[in-house]
């Protein structure tokens, strides 16, 4: 793809799960935004600020067209990424608005950790849930009565999906549950698992999705009422009286402040902006592409009897073992070609070394940049090795 033409021959990325590679339009964007317009947001009156505040408004609108998201309802924050966004959120729920906070084994350490903290400030309980094979979670066997529920739509080492995640949001909203939904997996190449999904807050990582670094929180009005005011500043505020204050946030036309105190990343929130009318236009010829390169490389790995996947199916991010191969080892040997992969636990420590007590694993996980000749180069590199 010509957006990704930067890349020399023979490198291959395989670390997208963690940071895609970024289009040169976003990359141009964020260049126009520093040698064109280089202001702040939302308060500035000159020109370059003029020009600022449009795109930002506009980089709000489309994560909401992204996501299939009515403005009417849901109000989009900048953080700096989603773990940020979640601890936000859970730093000022009100602990009496609440009984208990539920998570699920295959968490990312960011949800898996943030709400063992909520469960420590709060004195709640936590209750770790099962998650089946495919992704989904049996909803009639947990009790969401008045639960914060945090979990993931799409997970960071196989790709798994929570299948019914309808079904799991409607079971927390009738039993007086809020549902915030991790998507940090789900958003670049997944994201109709999470469109139009009337959860309470959804927060995920621009730069999983093509984007730069910066964290993005969609929250419903409501939640304002459920929380309290602990992380404020600049830019939040219409009027500061000595021990007062009167939030911007009140007002629906300002509601986003309530998550953004102090400056914000003006100028990756334009990139933001470019990268999601650009993703919005990829061609499905790239999206196959994508596909039929993952399901290759898949294929090729499930092929060998020494290779143990933990993917039930193929996926862009997969990850797997060699016997008697050292995981660490076996990324150094691949980075030695220049094949660039993760090596590890990737943060979901508890499931995959406590639960399934994997050794440590190979992520690779793939993206619009790559070429079906990274393909080609990453079997016959793994051939050799295995
Ligand atoms: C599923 C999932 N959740 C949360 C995160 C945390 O993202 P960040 O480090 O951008 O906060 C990741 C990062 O890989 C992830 O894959």
Same mark, same amino acid.
């Given at each position: 793809?010509?957006?990704?033409?930067?890349?020399?021959?023979?490198?291959?990325?395989?670390?997208?799960?963690?940071?895609?590679?970024?289009?040169?339009?976003?990359?141009?964007?964020?260049?126009?935004?520093?040698?064109?317009?280089?202001?702040?947001?939302?308060?500035?009156?000159?020109?370059?600020?003029?020009?600022?505040?449009?795109?930002?408004?506009?980089?709000?609108?489309?994560?909401?067209?992204?996501?299939?998201?009515?403005?009417?309802?849901?109000?989009?924050s900048?953080t700096l990424?989603?773990t940020y966004g979640i601890n936000l959120i859970l730093s000022q729920l009100?602990?009496?608005?609440?009984?208990?906070?539920?998570?699920?084994?295959?968490?990312?350490?960011?949800?898996?950790?943030s709400?063992?903290?909520?469960?420590?400030?709060?004195?709640?309980?936590?209750?770790?849930?099962?998650?089946?094979?495919?992704?989904?979670?049996?909803?009639?066997?947990?009790?969401?009565?008045?639960?914060?529920?945090?979990?993931?739509?799409?997970?960071?080492?196989?790709?798994?999906?929570?299948?019914?995640?309808?079904?799991?949001?409607?079971?927390?909203?009738?039993?007086?549950?809020?549902?915030?939904?991790?998507?940090?997996?789900?958003?670049?190449?997944?994201?109709?698992?999470?469109?139009?999904?009337?959860?309470?807050a959804?927060c995920?990582?621009?730069?999983?999705?093509?984007?730069?670094?910066?964290g993005?929180i969609?929250w419903?009005?409501?939640?304002?009422?459920?929380m309290?005011?602990g992380f404020?500043?600049?830019?939040?505020?219409?009027?500061?009286?000595?021990?007062? @204050?009167? $939030?911007?946030?009140?007002? =629906?036309?300002?509601?986003?402040?309530r998550f953004e105190a #102090? %400056?914000?990343?003006?100028? !990756?929130?334009?990139?933001?902006?470019?990268?999601?009318?650009?993703?919005?236009?990829?061609?499905?010829?790239?999206?196959?592409?994508?596909?039929?390169?993952?399901?290759?490389?898949?294929?090729?790995?499930?092929?060998?009897?020494?290779?143990?996947?933990?993917?039930?199916?193929?996926?862009?991010?997969?990850?797997?073992?060699?016997?008697?191969?050292?995981?660490?080892?076996?990324?150094?040997?691949?980075?030695?070609?220049?094949?660039?992969?993760?090596?590890?636990?990737?943060?979901?420590? @508890?499931? $995959?070394?406590?639960?399934? =007590?994997?050794?440590?694993?190979?992520?690779?996980?793939? #993206? %619009?940049?790559?070429?079906? !000749?990274?393909?080609?180069?990453?079997?016959?590199?793994?051939?050799?090795?295995?």
């Amino acid at each position: 793809m010509n957006e990704f033409d930067y890349l020399g021959e023979g490198e291959v990325y395989l670390d997208s799960a963690c940071q895609s590679l970024r289009p040169k339009c976003v990359i141009d964007a964020i260049n126009q935004y520093y040698t064109e317009h280089n202001s702040c947001g939302e308060r500035v009156k000159y020109k370059w600020g003029v020009e600022t505040d449009e795109k930002v408004e506009e980089a709000r609108e489309l994560v909401l067209k992204y996501l299939d998201m009515k403005p009417k309802k849901y109000t989009v924050s900048f953080t700096l990424n989603t773990t940020y966004g979640i601890n936000l959120i859970l730093s000022q729920l009100k602990a009496d608005a609440f009984k208990k906070v539920m998570t699920s084994e295959i968490e990312h350490n960011s949800p898996f950790l943030s709400t063992m903290a909520f469960s420590e400030r709060t004195g709640l309980p936590r209750e770790v849930m099962k998650r089946n094979e495919d992704g989904s979670i049996e909803a009639s066997a947990y009790d969401f009565s008045d639960a914060v529920v945090v979990i993931n739509c799409a997970s960071n080492f196989d790709g798994r999906k929570l299948l019914n995640i309808k079904e799991v949001v409607k079971a927390i909203h009738k039993a007086g549950g809020i549902i915030i939904i991790d998507a940090a997996q789900a958003m670049a190449h997944s994201s109709e698992i999470v469109r139009g999904i009337e959860a309470d807050a959804i927060c995920f990582s621009a730069h999983k999705l093509y984007a730069p670094s910066l964290g993005v929180i969609v929250w419903r009005d409501e939640l304002m009422g459920k929380m309290t005011n602990g992380f404020v500043g600049g830019g939040m505020v219409d009027d500061v009286e000595k021990d007062s @204050y009167l $939030l911007s946030a009140e007002s =629906k036309e300002h509601r986003y402040t309530r998550f953004e105190a #102090g %400056l914000q990343a003006w100028g !990756e929130i334009v990139g933001l902006g470019a990268a999601l009318k650009w993703l919005m236009k990829v061609p499905k010829a790239e999206w196959k592409k994508l596909e039929n390169n993952y399901t290759e490389l898949y294929e090729f790995l499930a092929s060998s009897s020494k290779v143990h996947l933990v993917n039930r199916e193929p996926n862009a991010t997969m990850s797997f073992y060699v016997d008697g191969l050292d995981s660490h080892m076996l990324g150094n040997a691949l980075s030695r070609e220049n094949i660039m992969a993760r090596t590890g636990y990737f943060c979901a420590h @508890y499931y $995959l070394d406590h639960v399934c =007590k994997y050794p440590p694993l190979v992520r690779f996980s793939l #993206g %619009l940049h790559n070429r079906p !000749e990274d393909i080609e180069k990453v079997k016959k590199v793994m051939g050799k090795i295995i």
